[in-house]
């Protein structure tokens, strides 16, 4: 930014932003001239970026990184006129391509306020971007000063979620880092407990990816700063096991586009209401994210199917326990009769502390490898009829050991048992 903070520049005239925010708001006539005038400046990057990249066929123009974000004293740019600024330069990018080449365009909103800007029957932006799994509903203090708090609650989740069936393409590229620890890595319980294993770990970002995936999300990266052999910045950092498993990741799409002979164009994402019509062909998924006592986890769905006029009616259905993250010190569980929150229990006074989220949240998967608590599937089928049924290790996207895809003549009552699972599961159901 200190490059477009207010200053002499050659002149006699101060030349920039009176305030970081101001940046993402730069059209709004709440704002000062002088602020107001740096919009020229805005358009010059944008036409001279343009000028340089358009000859380029494989780029996507997004417009900001995070314009949405809080800045200094955590203030954020009013929603509402953070999505008007992006219009504004979507405006500029399609003015300054003329005639020629048309990239597609992305913005990356991080409320509802924004998201809505770009998902109604003006869409001018054609990929909505995501960052994080989720956000914790933060209210923060705006620019230009209003009496209101405005909150950030809009995460890649949370957007792919409300975005799954419309015409524009869902991108997730930023989220916690595999492998550090702390607020910035990924983290996960093992048996209830959070280890020194349990940190870096590449089962969040898993569920993150095949959750985003399976609801129609188009373009997935998983956000690390270090090289493919822990060699930068310093050893003993390794991204290569999540960077393997992304690559088997898009095998299991791309290539063996799920071991069955359709393309993923034959593909939409399954209702996110459990008591839609859709899923009357197959079984009730029940509520999303809803509380499991027993385990200290929310269970998290997704699913795919065919379209009308494939020839075969297929379910692909993924299911992961997770929790959201609590700031450090902190833990998401539940009192007895109480409903979950992020707390800790002070044994000294024997109280619970109570805790915050993480703004900027993501997935601690709750791992259970213990007999008795590890997780299973029991899904019963509202149509009779005759399925086969291949229940896949998201792990290795591979089946289950023992449990070859089988078929199954079901009659009314029937149930599908999946075998015991430790945090996450795929079934195929394929209608014969």
């Keep these: ?54 000859c380029y066929n494989n780029l996507i123009w997004e ?17 509402a006129a953070v999505a008007a600024w992006q219009k504004l330069m979507i405006q500029n990018i399609r003015a300054a391509e ?5 990239h597609s365009i992305a913005v990356q909103p991080f409320s509802a306020t924004e998201l809505a800007q770009f998902t109604g029957t003006d869409r001018p932006a054609g990929v909505i971007n995501g960052h994080y799994a989720t ?19 809009r995460g890649a989740i949370d957007i792919i979620r409300g975005i799954s069936n419309l015409p524009v393409v869902g991108g997730f590229n930023e989220t916690k880092i595999t492998p550090f620890g702390g607020e910035a890595g990924t983290r996960s319980h093992l048996n209830g407990v959070v280890g ?30 270090l090289g493919k052999n822990g060699t930068t910045p310093a050893t003993p950092y390794n991204t290569s096991p999540m960077r393997s498993y992304i690559t088997k990741l898009l095998g299991f799409f791309n290539t063996r586009r799920f071991d069955l ?27 999303y994210a809803d509380w499991e006592a027993t385990t200290g986890s929310k269970k998290h769905w997704s699913a795919l199917t065919t379209k009308t006029g494939v020839s075969q009616r297929v379910l692909l259905y993924y299911v992961h326990h997770s ?18 929150k992020c707390q800790r229990f002070d044994a000294p006074t024997g109280l619970f502390i109570p805790g915050d989220f993480l703004a900027f949240n ?29 229940w896949i290790d998201p792990e290795t996207l591979l089946p289950f050991a023992g449990t070859p895809a089988t078929t199954v003549t079901c009659g009314s009552g029937c149930i599908l048992h999946s075998p015991l699972y430790k945090f996450d599961i795929i079934v195929k159901l394929v209608k014969r």
């Design 261 to 287: 002979p359709y393309a993923l164009t034959d593909y939409k994402t399954m209702s996110l209401n459990p008591n839609a019509a859709d899923w009357s062909a197959w079984f009730r998924p029940g509520p």
């Design 135 to 153: 956000l914790a509903s933060r209210f923060f203090s705006v620019f230009p000063a209003s009496s209101t708090t405005k909150a950030l609650d």
């Design 1 to 54: 930014m200190s490059a477009w903070t207010r200053a002499l520049r050659g002149g006699t005239a101060q030349i920039g932003f009176s305030k970081e925010q101001a940046f993402v708001v730069a059209n709004d006539g709440r704002l000062a001239q002088p602020d107001r005038d740096m919009l020229v400046y805005q358009k010059n990057i944008i036409d001279w970026t343009v000028k340089k990249l358009d």
């Design 362 to 390: 993501s997935y601690d998967a709750r791992i259970w490898t213990t007999t008795g608590t590890k997780y299973q599937e029991h899904l019963p089928m509202l149509v009779p009829g005759t399925y086969e049924v291949t």
């Design 196 to 225: 020194t294993n349990q940190v870096g770990v590449v089962e969040p970002p898993r569920a993150e990816a095949i959750e985003f995936l399976f609801n129609q999300g188009s373009i997935y990266e998983h956000w690390g700063y």
């Design 63 to 79: 417009v900001a990184n995070e314009p949405g974000a809080p800045g200094t004293g955590n203030v954020i740019g009013d929603p």
């Design 98 to 102: 003329g005639a020629g080449r048309k």
């Design 323 to 340: 929790t959201p993250r609590c700031k450090e010190s902190f833990d998401y569980f539940a009192q007895p009769n109480l409903s979950p």
